[in-house]
């Protein structure tokens, strides 16, 4: 009779457990992360990157990120490099996504040449598993060497979900 009690206690407590999911209410939260792209292939203005790094609520992540370039514009004086556009998901280690872009304001990028430093705001547009309504924005900070396709950089910023 005591394992039947504890039986149906166990049931009632399990019915009121909710999936945090279906709560409807998302939490902001603080964003840290690492990033690390290498050129994978070009077709037009647009590359495509494979992504990987660590970043808080992730963890270890790949990913794949499209630079399109369709529509930059070169400062003739300072050389700097505006209207790119980035946009692609990020994969956490379970699997979980985060999409990104590319209604971004876009990167700025500057250089004597084929290397230099890139700064950009990039906005979370949705995802998968917990990350499915969520929404960001991250500032990232950076390196890029064209010459040898690779870009780094560091981005801090929140993200709801």
Known sequence: MKTL???VCLCIILGFTVPV??????VERPFKGTF???VIASSGAVETLSLNGNATHIGNFTGIMYF???NIQVDPVSH???GVKIYGTIVAANGDEINF?????????TGPGPSGIMSGITKFTGGSGRFEDCSGEIL???IFDMGNDYA?????GWIEY
């Open 36 to 38: 690390y792209a290498v």
């Open 68 to 70: 399109d370039k369709s």
């Open 80 to 82: 700097k490099i505006t």
């Open 140 to 142: 990232n900070t950076g």
């Open 152 to 156: 780094k950089w560091t981005s801090e």
């Open 21 to 26: 999911k279906s709560q409807g209410k998302q």
């Open 101 to 109: 872009g590319p209604n971004d304001p876009g990167m700025v990028i």
């Open 5 to 7: 009690k504890i039986l």
